[in-house]
C-alpha cells in the first residue's frame, strides 16, 4: 500500500482504539446532547413559539428543531476532546512520535482530522438513533443526505481544535477553552433557538450569531437532515475549515517548536 | 562533513537565551558517540534540532549522507529516534504500539509484523508482544521503544538520556545491546548522557557544557591518565559535580 495511505490508515485506526477505550467518553458525549433533547428542550417547549421557516415546510416541535444543533453539539465536543488529547499526547511525549516521522506533517495532521471526524460521525448516527427512539425522527433520506455535512462540520471543528491545541501549552488550560470557546460558539448560534429570535433582543447578538461558523455549521446540517442544501452554509464552513487548517499548519510549525521545557 | 552523522556550525537561542553556541562534530558510520552533559548543557536543545521537532537557525546537518536542511524527511527516514520522555501509548499493546510506529513510517502491516519479530526476540521482549505498555516495568519499557525505533531499518540511532530511572543492571544491558548493534550492523548510535559508567574507553565522546562543545575524542584520550569522570568533571566543573544547574548529575 501507499506509504501515505498507511499512515492515515493506523492514525484513524489508532484514533478509534482510543475512543473504543474510553468508553466513558462515549457515554458523555450521548448523554449530554440528550439531556438537552429530553429535559431542556421540554422546558423550552412551552416558552418558545417557533414559527415556519425553511427548511421546515409545517409548524414543529422544539425537539425537532434542536436535533441539528445538538449534532453540532456532539462534533464540537468531540472535536474539543481530540484536541485536549493532542495537549496530552504532547505533555505525555507521544506527540513526538508523528512529528518526527518522515511524512509530511500537513498529511499527518490531516489523517489525525479525519480520524476524529469519523469519531464524530458515529457519536451523531449514534445520537440521532437514540433520538429517535424517544420519538424524534427525521425524513429518511435525511439521515443519509446529511452525511457529507456532518464530515464537513467535523473537519471544522477538528481543525479548529488542532489549532486550539497548538496553542495551549498546559493541560490545565484547557478549562479555558470550553469558557472561551465552547459555550460561547455553542450559545451564540442557531443550535438553541432560531437567529430571528435572538433578532427581536439584540442586533448585535444577532449579527454575532451570523457569522459565527458554529451557526453556519448548524444551518448546513439543517437543511440537509431535510434533504436540502444550503449554499451559503457550505460557503462559510468551507471557507472556515480552510482558515482552521491554515491556523492549525501554522501552529505545528516546527520553527515555532513544540517543547515543552527548553533545556 | 563525511561522516555518518554530521553537524557543522549549529547554535540556536531561546530569546536572549543561548542554548547551543556553534556545535560541530563528526560521526563514523558504526560508531558509538556519546554525548556527555550536565543537565542544561544543551543535549535536549541539540535533539530537538536533530530530530526537527524545532528548527532555527540554519547549519549544516548530515545524517548518513542526506543533508538534514534541505532534504529534513529524507534525514528522518534514516534515523531512529528514542526520545527521554516515554513514548509509548500505554493503552496499546507493544505489538500495536510498534505496528502504529511502522505504519507511521510508511511500512504496512504486513510486512512490519516479520520485522516487529524479530526486533523483540533480539531484545528478549517476545513473549511480552502482546502484553499492553502499561504493564510493563521501565527497563521493558525502554527496550520496546528500541526495537521500536530500528524498525524502519535506520542507519543512525539518536537516544536522548535514554536509560534515566532505569536500574545498573537493566543499563548495563541496553548499552551493551546498543554497542552490539554498532559492531555487527554497523549501525551509528549518538547517546545522549550525563552518566560516565554508560561509556566504553573506545567510544567516541563530545563534552556538551554551556552549549558549547569543550571536547571530540575517544574517551581513552579525554581520560588520559585518569578516569573519564574525573576528566569530565574537571572540563564541567564544580556545576556538574552538585547538579546545581538542573538536578542532580553522576
Sequence with gaps: MNPYLTAMQA????????????????????????VWLVVFAAGFRAALGLSITPPYQTYISYEIYIIPGLCGMVILFNGMQSSL???????????????TSPLPRWWLLISKLLG???????????FLALAAAFGVTMPPMGYVAVFPALMLVGLMLGSLGLFLSSLIRQLENFAGVMNFVIFPMFFLSSALYPLWKMAESSQVLFEICSYNPFTQAVELIRFALYGEFNAIAFG??????????????????PSRGIKQNSN | MTGAFSVNGLSHSYGERRALDNVSFDVAPGKFCALLGPNGAGKSTLFSRLTRLITGEPAQISIAGVDFEKTP?????????????STLDLDLTVFQNLTYFAALHGISARD???????????????????????????????????????????????????????????REQ???????????????????THLTDEIALDDQVVILHRGKVLADASARDIAGAGDLRTAFLAMTGAEAATGSSAGGVL
Design chain 1, 236 to 253: 462559510w464552513v468551507v471557507l472556515a475549515t480552510l482558515v482552521f487548517v491554515v491556523l492549525a499548519a501554522w501552529g505545528y510549525d
Design chain 2, 73 to 85: 524527511r529524507q534525514a528522518l527516514a534514516r534515523m531512529g529516534i528514542v526520545f527521554q520522555q
Design chain 1, 11 to 34: 492514525i484513524i485506526w489508532r484514533e478509534g482504539l482510543r475512543f473504543v477505550h474510553q468508553r466513558e467518553r462515549f457515554v458523555a458525549a450521548l448523554v449530554r446532547p440528550l
Design chain 1, 116 to 126: 476524529s471526524s469519523a469519531i464524530s460521525l458515529v457519536q451523531v448516527y449514534v
Design chain 2, 112 to 170: 512490519a509484523r516479520p520485522r516487529i519479530i524479530a526486533a523483540l526476540e533480539r531484545l528478549d521482549m517476545a513473549e511480552r508482544a502482546h502484553e499492553k505498555a502499561r504493564a510493563l516495568n521501565g527497563g521493558h519499557r525502554r527496550r520496546t521503544e528500541i526495537a521500536r525505533a530500528l524498525l524502519h531499518r535506520p542507519q543512525v540511532l539518536l537516544l536522548d538520556e535514554a536509560t534515566v530511572g532505569l536500574d545498573t543492571a537493566t
Design chain 1, 85 to 99: 488529547s493532542l495537549v496530552y499526547d504532547r505533555e505525555m511525549g507521544s506527540m513526538r512520535l508523528l512529528l
Design chain 2, 174 to 192: 541496553i548499552t551493551a545491546h546498543l554497542h552490539r548493534l554498532c559492531d555487527e550492523d554497523g549501525l551509528t548510535v549518538l547517546w545522549a
